[in-house]
């Protein structure tokens, strides 16, 4: 177990590094010296086969080919020219005819294979043309041989193939003593070194297990300790990078976990939805607003396709997965069966350098109040430009009938004058209620806050009104409750609710009805309530959500003829709104109507800036 134990140690590592090196350096130096020796003595014979046997292919291919002219046979002349030419230990020549057939051999003991067909690869090769042919080959005792293979062409016809095998253990017996020789080198050379390595690496163990003890208390997150630094030698220097590192670390860790939760904050505070998906589509990251909106859990979102998820279409749900940025309004409906919204989900290509396109940011907002307002505003302009259409066009056709000689008749022309007056005089009304609206709209229209006594203001509306009520013959009832005295409003903007409600009141109350006016004190004593009621035609059921909207009449028709431009409720609601108060309305057909709104009593309504 000691010797075990041992070779974990810091000092074995560098003992065996330092033989490892001196082993790899004489094997690396050793192979190159021996492989290059080899390749040339491995060369040098086999170009002296090659040699030997195109100078016998050229000899032998008039002979061959018949062209001889001695008497002597071809084949005695082939064997002189084996025998003479070629004189080599340990190899055999063979002259072959085109067929294959062994003419001649410069071993005697294969005599035998004169006549014989010699089936070599090689010598088939050959015999095609082919000029390199060349092998290794292995005895059954063991012996390696190379083994050369040229064509004899005679006037570009193949007329037979040289085939010479030549044994090689003269040459690897060379290549034998040269690695005894390197072998003993190198044992020497390790013996040196491991008694080195011993030596050197005794002066760095110590440095070397401060620093890993270090180290791992760097890793166990204690980035307060120091490694100790015992000089200024390459291990010094690492134990002062260390220390640098660690304290690097240590920021850099803590400004990350700082990102972390900043960006978390803001991803969980975050008034909009956000979902992140990979290259895929698939969602990885949402925030808790994306799912509020969706009405799924994060962990039911991980995973799916977000094409699936806010169906889309499935070409759209490909180009998004492929990065193409787009815009799109949704109407979703929650899976709780809660009211379906509009939402915009914005897509946005998340691109990394040298990868492209990793995934995709859905940024999804509630923009149903948005829409409702843009619809709302395309209702106002209609409504508009139906309010000032109707009384333009009177006036032109009143106008051109005038031109056209109705000025000349006595009877018709103050009629038709005073028609245009009346028409006139509801566009001015309309538009000053369009620009009384407006500045409330853009906050232009400051208060101007005064101490008021309730029952004197509400007195005063009476005695406005007194000759209408009198004409139509209905009673007016003052009702002001214990407690009700003064309050600080702006008397100018309250007097025109008051009186766009008892000008309503009047329209709608037939003769010898009756309108209440009543001012109480909430129960907290902190809001004053004022109402107007009426003895009138009432309002049906359906219109009362819509009451207070812009240009919208209960009967269009019978509005206009009073000579109502349809925003005196609008108007009413913005001013007490502005105060800090409220309004509403209750209601019931053919019984009456009650307007009720409240004010604070204190000095701390919402002014315009």
Same mark, same amino acid.
């Given at each position: 177990?000691?010797?075990?134990?041992?070779?974990?140690?810091?000092?074995?590592?560098?003992?065996?590094?330092?033989?490892?090196?001196?082993?790899?350096?004489?094997?690396?130096?050793?192979?190159?010296?021996?492989?290059?020796?080899?390749?040339?003595?491995?060369?040098?014979?086999?170009?002296?086969?090659?040699?030997?046997?195109?100078?016998?292919?050229?000899?032998?291919?008039?002979?061959?080919?018949?062209?001889?002219?001695?008497?002597?046979?071809?084949?005695?002349?082939?064997?002189?020219?084996?025998?003479?030419?070629?004189?080599?230990?340990?190899?055999?020549?063979?002259?072959?005819?085109?067929?294959?057939?062994?003419?001649?051999?410069?071993?005697?003991?294969?005599?035998?294979?004169?006549?014989?067909?010699?089936?070599?690869?090689?010598?088939?090769?050959?015999?095609?043309?082919?000029?390199?042919?060349?092998?290794?080959?292995?005895?059954?005792?063991?012996?390696?041989?190379?083994?050369?293979?040229?064509?004899?062409?005679?006037?570009?016809? /193949?007329?037979?193939?040289?085939?010479?095998?030549?044994?090689?253990?003269?040459?690897?017996?060379?290549?034998?003593?040269?690695?005894?020789?390197?072998?003993?080198?190198?044992?020497?050379?390790?013996?040196?070194?491991?008694?080195?390595?011993?030596?050197?690496?005794?002066?760095?163990?110590?440095?070397?297990?401060?620093?890993? $003890?270090?180290?791992?208390?760097?890793?166990?997150?204690?980035?307060?300790?120091?490694?100790?630094?015992?000089?200024?030698?390459?291990? !010094?220097?690492?134990?002062?990078?260390?220390?640098?590192?660690?304290?690097?670390?240590?920021?850099?860790?803590?400004?990350?976990?700082?990102?972390?939760?900043?960006?978390?904050?803001?991803?969980?505070?975050?008034?909009?939805?956000?979902?992140?998906?990979?290259?895929?589509?698939?969602? /990885?990251?949402?925030?808790?607003?994306?799912?509020?909106?969706?009405?799924?859990?994060?962990?039911?979102?991980?995973?799916?396709? /977000? !094409? %699936?998820?806010?169906?889309?279409?499935?070409?759209?749900?490909?180009?998004?997965?492929?990065?193409?940025?787009?815009?799109?309004?949704?109407?979703?409906?929650?899976?709780?069966?809660?009211?379906?919204?509009?939402?915009?989900?914005?897509?946005?290509?998340?691109?990394?350098?040298?990868?492209?396109?990793?995934?995709?940011?859905?940024?999804?907002?509630?923009?149903?109040?948005?829409?409702?307002?843009?619809?709302? $505003?395309?209702?106002?302009?209609?409504?508009?430009?139906?309010?000032?259409?109707?009384?333009?066009?009177?006036?032109?056709?009143?106008?051109?009938?005038?031109?056209?000689?109705?000025?000349?008749?006595?009877?018709?022309?103050?009629?038709?004058?005073?028609?245009?007056?009346?028409?006139?005089?509801?566009?001015?009304?309309?538009?000053?209620?369009?620009?009384?609206?407006?500045?409330?709209?853009?906050?232009?229209?400051?208060?101007?806050?005064?101490?008021?006594?309730?029952?004197?203001?509400?007195?005063?509306?009476?005695?406005?009104?007194?000759?209408?009520?009198?004409?139509?013959?209905?009673? %007016?009832?003052?009702?002001?409750?214990? *407690?009700?005295?003064?309050?600080?409003?702006?008397?100018?903007?309250?007097?025109?609710?008051?009186?766009?409600?008892?000008?309503?009141?009047?329209?709608?109350?037939?003769?010898?009805?009756?309108?209440?006016?009543?001012?109480?004190?909430?129960?907290?004593?902190?809001?004053?309530?004022?109402?107007?009621?009426?003895?009138?035609?009432?309002?049906?059921?359906?219109?009362?959500?819509?009451?207070?909207?812009?240009?919208?009449?209960?009967?269009?028709?019978?509005? $206009?003829?009073? *000579?109502?431009?349809?925003?005196?409720?609008?108007?009413? $609601?913005?001013?007490?709104?502005?105060?800090?108060?409220?309004?509403?309305?209750?209601?019931?057909?053919?019984?009456?109507?009650?307007?009720?709104?409240?004010?604070?009593?204190?000095?701390? *309504?919402?002014?315009?800036?």
């Amino acid at each position: 177990m000691k010797w075990l134990s041992f070779f974990r140690t810091i000092q074995a590592k560098v003992i065996i590094i330092y033989v490892l090196l001196i082993l790899i350096a004489m094997q690396l130096i050793g192979v190159y010296f021996v492989s290059a020796m080899k390749n040339s003595l491995t060369s040098n014979f086999t170009t002296d086969l090659q040699e030997r046997a195109e100078l016998m292919s050229v000899l032998a291919a008039k002979t061959l080919a018949g062209g001889s002219e001695s008497d002597e046979d071809p084949e005695e002349s082939l064997q002189v020219m084996v025998s003479n030419l070629f004189n080599m230990d340990g190899a055999e020549i063979q002259v072959l005819d085109a067929t294959g057939k062994v003419l001649t051999t410069s071993l005697l003991s294969h005599a035998d294979y004169v006549g014989n067909k010699n089936t070599q690869t090689v010598v088939s090769r050959a015999l095609q043309g082919i000029v390199d042919n060349e092998e290794y080959i292995i005895d059954d005792d063991g012996t390696r041989k190379k083994v050369v293979a040229k064509p004899v062409i005679h006037n570009g016809k /193949i007329v037979g193939a040289i085939y010479i095998v030549a044994s090689m253990s003269e040459l690897y017996g060379t290549m034998q003593r040269i690695n005894n020789i390197f072998i003993s080198g190198i044992l020497l050379a390790l013996g040196l070194t491991a008694v080195l390595g011993v030596i050197l690496s005794h002066t760095i163990t110590h440095p070397i297990k401060e620093l890993t $003890r270090h180290a791992r208390a760097v890793a166990e997150g204690r980035f307060t300790e120091k490694t100790p630094v015992f000089g200024s030698d390459e291990i !010094g220097q690492l134990s002062q990078a260390f220390n640098y590192m660690t304290s690097r670390l240590r920021e850099a860790l803590s400004q990350n976990e700082e990102e972390k939760e900043k960006l978390a904050s803001i991803l969980t505070n975050m008034s909009d939805g956000v979902i992140a998906t990979d290259e895929g589509g698939r969602v /990885i990251l949402m925030n808790r607003r994306a799912g509020q909106m969706l009405g799924v859990e994060g962990e039911e979102l991980a995973g799916r396709e /977000i !094409g %699936t998820l806010l169906g889309l279409p499935e070409p759209e749900a490909e180009s998004l997965a492929r990065g193409g940025s787009d815009s799109k309004l949704l109407e979703i409906t929650p899976n709780e069966g809660g009211e379906p919204f509009m939402m915009r989900v914005t897509f946005t290509p998340i691109h990394r350098r040298e990868i492209g396109i990793t995934g995709t940011i859905a940024v999804l907002q509630d923009v149903t109040e948005q829409e409702k307002l843009e619809a709302s $505003r395309r209702e106002f302009v209609a409504n508009v430009s139906h309010e000032l259409r109707t009384p333009l066009t009177t006036i032109k056709s009143y106008t051109e009938a005038l031109e056209d000689g109705a000025l000349e008749d006595k009877q018709m022309a103050p009629r038709f004058v005073g028609v245009i007056q009346n028409e006139t005089g509801r566009m001015i009304r309309l538009v000053t209620d369009l620009l009384h609206l407006s500045r409330l709209d853009s906050k232009e229209s400051a208060l101007r806050k005064q101490l008021v006594d309730i029952a004197e203001m509400l007195e005063d509306v009476e005695d406005r009104f007194s000759f209408q009520m009198q004409q139509k013959n209905v009673r %007016t009832i003052i009702d002001a409750k214990p *407690g009700v005295s003064t309050a600080m409003l702006d008397r100018d903007g309250i007097d025109q609710v008051l009186d766009n409600l008892i000008s309503n009141a009047l329209k709608y109350t037939p003769d010898g009805g009756t309108i209440t006016m009543e001012a109480s004190v909430t129960e907290d004593g902190s809001m004053l309530s004022l109402s107007v009621a009426d003895t009138g035609i009432g309002i049906p059921k359906k219109d009362l959500d819509r009451i207070f909207e812009r240009f919208y009449r209960v009967d269009k028709a019978r509005t $206009r003829n009073m *000579g109502g431009t349809g925003l005196g409720l609008s108007i009413a $609601r913005e001013i007490v709104r502005v105060h800090g108060g409220s309004i509403s309305l209750q209601s019931e057909l053919e019984k009456g109507t009650k307007v009720t709104f409240t004010l604070p009593l204190n000095d701390e *309504g919402r002014e315009p800036m």
